[in-house]
């Protein structure tokens, strides 16, 4: 599916937010510009992109990655994406990956 900027951010916004991440978390803003970037197939890999969001918002790598994860682990707060996606959690930590959490919602997106 083609996307223009709107719709494309319209379209990453819903899934956060059905995913309990809210605007008022550092990791939605973060989240929002690396799904902008993964979806727009600019090739890079996740730590890539990382550099790429940090760059965008003057802050390091490691923080962007950090808030990211933060905002997930929150999620899983709530029941319905703990029951929906918690067998994907790692059998060490029970913890999902941001990898995976990302790759989720692109399909989510792009299935919708």
């Known amino acids: 599916m083609l996307y223009n900027g709107a719709m494309?951010?319209?379209?990453?916004?819903?899934?956060?937010?059905?995913?309990?991440?809210?605007?008022?978390?550092?990791g939605y803003k973060y989240l929002l510009y690396v799904m902008e970037y993964a979806i727009e197939g600019c090739g890079k890999t996740l730590s890539e992109i990382y550099v790429l969001v940090a760059e965008k918002c003057g802050v390091k790598p490691n923080s962007v990655e950090k808030c990211i994860s933060d905002s997930i682990?929150?999620?899983f707060d709530n029941a319905f994406v703990a029951e929906k996606y918690g067998f994907l959690a790692s059998a060490d930590n029970g913890k999902i990956?941001?990898?995976?959490f990302v790759q989720i919602l692109i399909d989510e997106i792009h299935n919708k």
């Open 97 to 100: 990956t941001n990898k995976r």
């Open 73 to 75: 682990e929150s999620s």
């Open 8 to 26: 494309l951010q319209d379209d990453i916004k819903k899934a956060l937010i059905c995913h309990h991440i809210f605007p008022n978390k550092k």
